[in-house]
């Protein structure tokens, strides 16, 4: 697991790197995108590179995480909605190119089959995009998620609807209790996972991620077994890291053929 600690206006721009550097090198790529704050930046600095005609993703296709059940497809929560709206519809992705879990599905388990289905067809995830909750959640896999789960529907803790209430008009109330989300297992099996997370009140689940004991209760701690994980984040939510100084030196030492 590489740990890249930056000020908090350079995250946007490190992960830029990372995903502008994969898709020039392998234009038709699969990326797994996330919603929420953390990618934010990433993605305006994506659309800037797109628009000074630096990185082209019509080839590219791409996977979302997870999905509120029982939004009216206009919600402007609806996580579809919200990656055409920060990411997707801003660059020269293909029409149809970008695909969620169905939470308006009728049958919801043969949707999450399905959505298995159509990222394995399409060669798995090349490199997913990750936040973290403040309980350490990945995607929507809440703590006690197995860790070898796959696409399914989840209950939200309270916490986490407490977080997203700021989308919601600050009423808990109106955050849907249920959602569609990848697994651990399904995001386990993309080759390269980078993870986005700002602010002090990250810290304590990145400090559980990176250094902490591998357990369900911390869904995040799992990505200690995957071969290439790369953390981005700014000083505040480094601020629990024992190791910080460690990982600060290896990042200024790190031989420059080596990629993140
Ligand atoms: N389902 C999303 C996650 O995919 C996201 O990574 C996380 C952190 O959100 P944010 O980046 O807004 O802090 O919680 C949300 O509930």
């Not at 038709?28 to 628009?51: C, F, K, N, Q, W």
């Not at 994980?229 to 030492?253: F, G, I, K, N, P």
Request: charged share 20%; with cysteine; hydrophobic share 40%.
């Amino acid at each position: 697991m590489e740990v890249v600690i930056v000020p908090t206006e350079r995250v946007g721009s490190v992960g830029a790197d990372i995903v502008g550097s994969l898709v020039r090198r392998r234009p038709e790529s699969v990326l797994g995108l996330a919603t929420g704050s953390s990618p934010v930046a990433m993605y305006a600095d994506l659309i800037r590179r797109h628009r000074d005609g630096e990185l082209s993703f019509a080839d590219v296709r791409a996977f979302t995480l997870d999905e509120y059940v029982g939004l009216p497809a206009d919600h402007p929560q609806r996580y579809r909605n919200v990656i055409a709206r920060d990411f997707t519809d801003h660059v020269d992705l293909a029409p149809n190119a970008v695909h969620g879990p169905d939470g308006l599905a009728a049958d919801i388990a043969a949707a999450c089959t399905a959505y298995e289905q159509a990222i394995e067809d399409a060669g798995g995830v090349d490199l997913q995009v990750l936040g973290i909750g403040t309980d350490g959640h990945v995607a929507f896999n809440e703590p006690g998620s197995s860790l070898a789960s796959r696409t399914r529907i989840k209950t939200l803790t309270r916490q986490t609807r407490l977080d997203n209430a700021r989308f919601f008009g600050d009423d808990v109330e109106q955050v849907p209790v249920h959602c569609l989300t990848q697994g651990i297992g399904t995001i386990m099996e993309a080759r390269h996972l980078l993870l986005l997370a700002t602010g002090r009140a990250k810290a304590e689940a990145i400090h559980q991620l990176v250094e902490g004991p591998v357990s369900a209760m911390w869904p995040g701690t799992v990505l200690q077994f995957h071969r290439h994980v790369t953390v981005v984040v700014d000083d505040a939510a480094a601020s629990r890291l024992q190791l910080a100084d460690y990982y600060r030196d290896t990042l200024a030492d790190k031989p420059a053929w080596q990629q993140h």
